[in-house]
């Protein structure tokens, strides 16, 4: 496949897979712009792969095939990539490109399909602590490859994209709880669940969603200071690059603002934003992209999950 057509089809990927921040990506440079989208596309491809769909919709290209069989053949491909040999799947030549030319270490790949290893062996989530470490997995760490695409070697500056990464999932989670439930998963710690009486097996049944709505708001309180990190981390960013960040950074909050909002009705439509609210948010964007220039970066809270050390 051509330079152009890879391109082509890491962004049919983003419109396809991820509204939210297929907007914001728009303000990266033409070559981070690259980057992110086909390293989004390798991301979208595995996730795909995994739940037997093409773009998020029902695939029979899998059928047959076991879970554990597609994620054998996802780290047999990844490899591939890491050593250089041709690629002919999109996906895997696009990721080629990206880990080469940004030097992306093969850990944060294979930390990363750990995530979809957790959904095939129908990890339970105890804690908040486990649901952390399942955050971490499947999109912290797509939020250090993505700094990495940017240029950030800062080991602290790392710290707040994967925070800002662990935000956007637990903003999803809470957005996606009975979407998961009736895939038969459920990311929620199962004391939360057993503090409001919630049947872990069914959690996403009608009679329940007042209870499940707590839960959700919980769990969007607990993305807000991750999100306040992420915010402090733009300063170590180049300019275009902490402008898209800001503005996925507020597109994604928002929707957890308005699961919080919609309490038991949260799941009766997918909660999302707007063209003019993505707009509106752009603006606000530029607006925190300022702001972190001129006024000093806090430290990170104290009692954030932390990403494992290297």
Known sequence: MSNSNLMDHATETMAAGSKSF??????????????A?????????CDDVIDGQTLGFASHEQDGVSASQRLNMLETQTQR?????????????AFQEVAIRHAIPPRLAFDHLEGFAMDVRETRYDTLADTLRYCYHVAGVVGLMMARVMGVRDEAVLDRACDLGLAFQLTNIARDIVEDAQAGRCYLPADWLAAEGIDPDQPGAPEQREKLARVAQRLVAEAEPYYASARAGLAGLPLRSAW???????????????VRAAGARAWDTRQGTSRPEKLALLLKGAGMVVSSRVA?????PAGLWQRPAR
């Open 22 to 35: 297929a907007t914001a990506a728009k303000l990266f440079d033409a070559s981070t712009r690259r980057s």
């Open 244 to 258: 898209a960040i800001a503005s996925a950074h507020g597109v994604y909050r928002e929707i957890g603002v308005k």
């Open 37 to 45: 989208l086909m390293l989004y596309a390798w991301c979208r491809y």
């Open 81 to 93: 990539a890491f050593s250089g040999a041709p690629m002919s799947e999109p996906a895997f030549a």
């Open 296 to 300: 000093s970066s806090p430290p990170r």
